[in-house]
């Protein structure tokens, strides 16, 4: 049978992470510690509560969860501005950049971004018949920021994806760069919106500023967030993100009706009701991410600055020898960015010791 399947889809294959039972699951960037039970159990009660009323169509607008991501901004990057009508959420971040390319992209539009960087970007691109335009990162993976605002200038795309924390390099963004970015974008006829992923912010270092605190003076701005890492709710699929109103207002154009469930909207509420609980091995985290570069640099392997809860390492001549080595030893971890670079997820002490252990023996 012949599928009239769209010519530039015929014969791809879709993303994903290889989804294996390993001693040490290190690939896609989770956090390792599962919710503590009482937060396990107001999950279950709002989830519990909210099933009584599934015979109904869930808030279409779910107010009272933007405004509890909102209230949740305001406090952990302190941006007083933020009200609900300056959030959007969806079933995770992927779905929030898809809708801003459905909003903001289409045929004969561009959108830029600077590799390496998240992967999926190209096929937001690609799904909604965008042009995807990229500027190569410098070799410590840092932005030429002269070389990316005349790119911006030249190109004239519709929206700028910059990652801060980048992914797969953790290299977090500077404020000035940012701006940088926002003034190019303001002399693009016809606008153009910068869009900050902000997917590994709460794993940034001390001192490390959001890209939110800049929205108040900037309508062009979007800073995009998820709850599958911090907030360690993978499995909850909640993304969202801040803008101003008119950005957010183009979004509700293009989304499905009732996109979020009533299940999902009460898991993210009960799970926000407790970030604290859900975030306490942030810091530890961080504290393992540190040690892990510290040795990996040690053993002579050059490791990328890192903002995140993973770490970019290498190079490797074969590094899928590498790779299958260490998945041999029950340690999944990641072939992605530039050629010879291994990505690893920074997990548990116990997991992170068997990571070193399993990597001295494949490359002895």
Known sequence: MTLPIRPDLAGLEPYGAPQLEVAARLNVNENPYSPPNGVVDAIAAAVHKAAEGLN????????GLRQDLADYLRTESHVDFLEARHIWAANGSNEVMLH?????????????????????????????????????????????????????????????????????????????????????????PGGCI???????AEFRRRGVPSAATLIPEHPHLAVSRTMSKAFALAGGRVGYLAAHEAIIDALRVV????????????TARA???????????VDEIRAERDETVAWLRAQGFTVADTDANFALFGPFEDRERVFEGLLERGVLIRVTGPEGWLRVSIGTPQEMALFRSALLEVTA
Do not use: C, W
Request: charged content about 20%.
């Open 271 to 281: 799970a926000l009701a407790h970030h604290r609980e859900l975030q306490a091995q």
């Open 100 to 188: 801003l390319h459905q909003a903001f992209g289409g045929p004969g539009r561009k959108v830029m971004s600077f590799a390496p960087t998240y992967s999926m970007y190209p096929e937001y691109a690609r799904d909604t018949i965008t042009d995807f335009v990229t500027l190569p990162r410098r070799e410590d993976f840092t932005l030429d920021i002269e070389a990316a605002t005349a790119a911006i200038r030249e190109a004239q795309p519709v929206m700028v994806i910059v990652a801060s924390p980048n992914n797969p390099t953790g290299t977090a963004l500077p404020l000035s760069q940012v701006e940088a970015l926002l003034a190019a974008a303001d002399d693009v």
């Open 194 to 200: 910068v869009v900050v992923d902000e997917a590994y």
């Open 255 to 266: 989304r499905l009706p009732y996109h979020l469930s009533a299940v999902t909207q009460a």
């Open 56 to 63: 109904r169509y869930p808030d279409r607008d779910f107010l």
